[in-house]
């Protein structure tokens, strides 16, 4: 089951607080413990706290704090975006619905409102939190102004962007629609629409759309003098009170708002009568425009009334109210437990409320998005802090990781250097390293060189190594960095800024060796594409592999993928789908397969195939309809280490995305390598994921 779903409307003053009040009422009676998100919240001038959060925490008696309920203000967000800080903000919602989601059985997340920066900001904003916390949707359309062509037309159009963005749509809720026009919109709805996407209408009603007496007087910005306790009047009509009193009755509507200028007791008087009288709908309140507050002797009358209306003072000349109260838009807020109790049966009586919850309890997030993939790696790495040693200590960048994973408490560290040199350097780069998490050794004058040099002597002698050659290996820090690893002084090595990938991974394959089962050390990268994590293996270590080797290579990459949470479907990639190339190279792959099939029958598996059949599901679907894999894989092996090393730097480079990598895999420990042309960040990665690799180790 999702553990989330997302509420977003595609425009503003769609009535979305029905459904989240809806929503989550029905859900609770199923669901223990559920958390209410709402990533960004409106701006509120005095700083007032956000009315959705309050509601829902107060109605539903949540267990959450205020503050935890959210993470920006809508003006932070624009401001972020502005200085380009759109990563800063994804995190940061990920950090805080993460908390929500790990301390709650279920997550409701409401989506943006809509403040003024245009439609398509804030809903392409809320499609992008969507899909970064990995959660399906249910899109509330607005329905009132619309002809039922026009809301289908336009749930169509969103609906075209959410499946771009390969957000999933669960639900479409069309609000506020006229009455005598729900038959026309369900035909057009049951026409259009996928039937996999549950579909429901709730019809506009005057109660939910008026606003109350308090909403009034907070939008035209008023004192109330009279009638507190009955602020929560309905305001379904408005009237100017500038007419002679006995117009000024004929006009009254139930809930009507008169605004009169406040000198005008005569109409004061009578709207309070016509309150009170059978013969006259109910007043909902006045409003006294141009400053002006009824005469003494009527304040006095009105003081020693038990039932008044609201009466409300303003500054602004009658014109200018009026305008204000016209644009009021009515809300739900705690105090008005009516509201809230006939969205709750708005929602219900329009809902198949059993479908609903059924669709969201068998409703799976998809994929994991790169965002999510790194926050999972970090926390899953400061679970069980392990030692990592970075041999690299004279590159300013494996310093500059170091700093970050020390302040992010991720890992304990050594780094291998010169001390004076990486103490200057830290200096220089303005890196102050916690010293209680690292350690820094030089190999050339540790006192555990000794001991490291007689057991590269012992492991190595029958291959021609003396204690010459042992002592001159030993000083080097890949060496010296394996040798940790090996001994158990530290749970795994990060190199490769500086060396190459040859000079990092050969002490491993030395005499870390190969776990008990694997015969073939190979690597993978988890390739963050912008919508998704997937795999390549090998791009490291393998020149020219053999089908033994690549079936090895497929069964570690999808074993690698299911320790980092991507479910593996094993792509083995040729210049050929199914028959439709030949040679030697095809032929290589396709025996690989079928050894992959034979070794591991539980591994979804597809090969020889290509790179788009592998990945399109509309090319997968035209050159092999019948795989399982074709257009869906999440493991790409390739044929050799020309084609995987180039292809993960050409989409690295070519498409931004972030490689992680290459993590090797088959070893007893876990050592990794770095490219040279890494960044802080890389560098950064590579050590969370070894780390968590740490944590798998048995010893
Ligand atoms: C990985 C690599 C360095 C191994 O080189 P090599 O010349 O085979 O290494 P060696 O012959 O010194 O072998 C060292 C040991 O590792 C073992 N070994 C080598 N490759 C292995 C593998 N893939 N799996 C398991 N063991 C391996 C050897 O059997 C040997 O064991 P032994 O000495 O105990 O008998 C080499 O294959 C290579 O250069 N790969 C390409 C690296 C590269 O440039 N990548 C591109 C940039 S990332
Ligand atoms: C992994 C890799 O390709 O390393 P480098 O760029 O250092 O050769």
Do not use: W
């Amino acid at each position: 089951m999702s553990k989330a779903i997302y509420i977003a409307s595609s425009e503003s003053n769609s009535g979305k607080s029905i459904v989240t009040l809806g929503l989550m009422n029905i859900l609770l009676g199923t669901i223990r413990k559920i958390a209410y998100f709402k990533p960004v919240i409106r701006d509120s001038p005095d700083n007032r706290k956000d009315i959705n959060i309050e509601t829902m925490i107060d109605h539903f008696e949540l267990d959450t704090l205020y503050e935890d309920c959210y993470s920006f203000t809508y003006s932070e967000l624009l401001r972020l975006r502005g200085e380009g800080n759109h990563s800063f903000v994804i995190d940061s919602i990920i950090n805080k619905y993460k908390r929500l989601e790990d301390t709650h059985d279920f997550v409701l997340v409401d989506g943006m409102d809509f403040e003024g920066e245009g439609a398509s900001f804030e809903f392409s904003s809320n499609v992008d939190i969507a899909k970064n916390l990995s959660i399906p949707l249910i899109l509330v359309a607005k329905g009132s102004g619309y002809t039922p062509a026009e809301i289908t037309r336009n749930v169509l159009s969103t609906m075209q962007i959410l499946r771009e963005r390969e957000v999933p749509l669960l639900a479409v809720i069309a609000n506020k629609l006229d009455p005598s026009k729900i038959e026309e919109l369900q035909n057009l709805f049951a026409h259009s629409l996928s039937k996999r996407v549950l579909t429901s209408i709730i019809p506009y009603s005057q109660q939910l759309s008026s606003p109350t007496m308090k909403e009034i007087a907070e939008g035209v910005n008023g004192k109330v003098l009279f009638g507190q306790s009955y602020l929560s009047n309905p305001v379904d009509h408005f009237i100017v009170g500038a007419m002679q009193l006995q117009n000024c009755l004929t006009h009254l509507d139930e809930n009507t708002l008169i605004v009169t200028p406040g000198d005008r007791g005569d109409i004061i008087l009578a709207m309070i009568q016509a309150n009170l009288s059978k013969n006259y709908p109910k007043v909902a309140g006045l409003v006294f425009s141009g400053g002006l507050t009824p005469d003494e002797p009527i304040i006095k009358l009105l003081e020693g009334l038990e039932t008044l209306v609201p009466m409300v003072q303003v500054e602004t000349g009658t014109f200018e109210t009026v305008n204000k109260v016209a644009s009021v838009k009515s809300r739900i807020y705690p105090e008005n437990k009516l509201k809230i109790d006939f969205a709750i049966a708005a929602f219900e009586k329009n809902t198949d409320t059993v479908a609903l919850v059924d669709k969201i309890a068998t409703s799976q997030s998809k994929g994991i998005t790169p965002r999510m993939f790194q926050y999972q790696l970090v926390k899953r790495a400061r679970l069980a802090k392990k030692h990592i040693v970075l041999p690299e200590g004279s590159d300013p960048r494996i310093l500059e990781a170091a700093g970050k994973l020390l302040k992010q408490e991720v890992v304990r560290l050594t780094i291998l250097g010169k001390k004076d040199e990486i103490e200057a350097s830290l200096l220089k780069l303005n890196i102050e390293l916690d010293e209680k998490n690292v350690n820094i050794i030089n190999p050339v004058d540790s006192p555990l060189l000794p001991a490291y040099i007689s057991t590269l002597y012992e492991l190595r002698k029958s291959k021609n190594v003396n204690m010459d050659m042992a002592t001159d290996f030993m000083k080097d820090g890949a060496y010296f960095g394996t040798m940790m690893v090996y001994k158990g002084d530290a749970d795994g090595m990060v190199s490769g800024a500086i060396n190459t990938t040859q000079h990092t991974i050969r002490p491993a394959l030395q005499f870390i060796k190969t776990r008990p089962g694997v015969s073939t050390v190979s690597s993978v990268f988890f390739m963050c594409l912008e919508d998704r994590v997937i795999v390549f293996g090998d791009c490291a270590v393998i020149p020219k592999p053999t089908s033994d080797q690549l079936a090895d290579i497929a069964i570690s990459s999808a074993e690698s993928s299911i320790m980092f949470g991507i479910e593996p479907r094993i792509a083995m990639l040729s210049y050929s789908s199914g028959a439709s190339g030949t040679g030697e190279e095809v032929e290589k792959v396709r025996r690989a397969t079928e050894l992959v099939k034979q070794r591991r029958p539980d591994l979804p598996v597809e090969g020889p195939i290509q790179y788009d059949a592998a990945v399109d599901p509309i090319v997968g679907k035209q050159k092999l309809p019948n795989s399982k894999v074709a257009g869906q894989a999440t493991v790409l092996i390739f044929p050799d280490l020309n084609t995987g090393n180039n292809t993960y730097k050409a989409v690295q480079r070519e498409t931004g995305a972030v490689a992680i990598g290459p993590m090797l895999q088959g070893l007893n420990k876990p050592v990794n390598d770095l490219s040279r042309g890494c960044t802080v960040d890389d560098i950064f990665n590579t050590v969370v994921i070894t780390a968590i690799q740490a944590q798998q180790t048995k010893i």
